[in-house]
């Protein structure tokens, strides 16, 4: 797909990855829908690709709320006219063991909240947006691209249970998708980052980055810029569906 002129929907699409791809899509001389929960950040993000000759319109909605998800790709659509790509990109992080012992007693536990509170936003929200941009690429009849952001972790990572499960459900999802929406002309794609360079990485103390590169034989962080090359790819790739991108460095957690 030529992406010039067209609507790309960028869930979580205010800064850090999201960002780094509604910024390649501009470029691209996509128009741009950037939805998040903050609007200072969405209007911060809007200021930023103003520099692009595109347009770009922001929308606060919560992912995990079905009520919101409607509204917003009803106003999308009313907006723009239609939507040719989604990328779901939204997501939270909420680590933690899935018990704590000492001394033979268990101290502590992953509660319930904390595990729901991953899956809200990371596997219902892409279900929920997914679902919405699939009927209204359906209803418009001019095909369409769903990119869904997983993770390397998706293989299981310690302290990380309620991430690694979405992230599990995420590429199971992915793959559904392409086989059913496949004869509307939708294609479905997921990419799997493994740690990226972010304001929080660049936060981390300087040991746990330097075990984190130590890890990687690319010897290095990714960078945001790189993961919105592999949206590209998948955007432009009209054979490529139903599989998911691990862009990791070869990390294997």
Not at 162 to 184: D, I, Q
Request: aromatic fraction near 4%.
């Amino acid at each position: 797909m030529d992406i010039n002129n067209k609507t790309v929907v960028i869930t979580g699409g205010a800064q850090g990855l999201g960002l780094a791809m509604a910024t390649e899509m501009a470029k691209q001389g996509a128009n741009l829908a950037l939805i998040d929960m903050q609007e200072d950040v969405l209007a911060e993000a809007k200021s930023e690709l103003a520099q692009f000759n595109t347009e770009v319109k922001t929308y606060v909605a919560n992912v995990s709320q079905e009520s919101d998800v409607e509204n917003v790709f009803n106003a999308i659509v009313n907006d723009f006219g239609g939507i040719s790509v989604l990328i779901n990109n939204a997501g939270i992080l909420r680590d933690g063991l899935l018990l704590k012992a000492k001394d033979g007693q268990v101290i502590d536990k992953m509660s319930l909240s904390q595990f729901q509170s991953v899956i809200d936003v990371n596997l219902t929200g892409v279900f929920l947006c997914g679902r919405e941009a699939a009927v209204k690429m359906v209803e418009a009849g001019n095909g369409g691209v769903i990119i869904n952001m997983s993770s390397v972790a998706r293989a299981g990572n310690m302290g990380q249970t309620n991430y690694s499960a979405a992230k599990s459900g995420v590429v199971a999802m992915t793959t559904s998708w392409a086989k059913e929406l496949g004869r509307f002309g939708i294609r479905v794609g997921a990419i799997a980052p493994g740690v990226i360079r972010t304001k929080m990485t660049d936060a981390m103390k300087p040991e746990a980055k330097e075990r984190l590169v130590k890890m990687k034989p690319v010897g290095r962080l990714g960078e945001a810029q790189e993961i919105a090359h592999t949206a590209k790819y998948i955007i432009e790739n009209d054979f490529f569906t139903g599989r998911v991108v691990e862009i990791d460095g070869g990390i294997r957690l």
